[in-house]
Nanobody
Framework: QVQLVESGGGSVQAGGSLRLSCAAS????????MGWYRQAPGKERELLAT??????TYYPDSVKGRFTISRDNTNSAYLQMNSLKPEDTAVYYC???????????????WGQGTQVTVSS
């Protein structure tokens, strides 16, 4: 049974940083791509970053330069978020898939999400 568990969310002031973690189990982690998404109330789920099994990363322009995705050999993926803004407030999700992609429907497995709140 595949399980993804996010942690590291919380409240932070604008300009601050947070590092989200995603612990994966039940899958061959080294062969899976990982991704981070977020969803704010009333909005669609938004792609933030992806990292392939080989370490190739992708960021949409909206977060490029502020967010960094990484992974390690402890079956974990991370999202380092810097220069946070109030509009970054959302529930943040990690996702896993053998291939992944830009669209949320491309991802087979999802975590439960962790809340990030950025105050001005």
């Amino acid at each position: 049974q595949v399980q993804l568990v996010e942690s590291g969310g919380g409240s932070v002031q604008a300009g601050g940083s947070l590092r989200l973690s995603c612990a994966a189990s039940g899958l061959s982690f080294i062969t899976y791509a990982m991704g981070w998404y977020r969803q704010a109330p009333g909005k669609e789920r938004e792609l933030l970053a992806t990292i392939s099994s080989g370490g190739t990363t992708y960021y949409p322009d909206s977060v490029k330069g502020r967010f960094t995705i990484s992974r390690d050999n402890t079956n974990s993926a991370y999202l380092q978020m810097n220069s946070l803004k109030p509009e970054d407030t959302a529930v943040y999700y990690c996702a896993a898939d053998f291939k992944g992609g830009v669209y949320s429907r491309s991802w087979a497995y999802w975590g439960q999400g962790t809340q990030v709140t950025v105050s001005s």
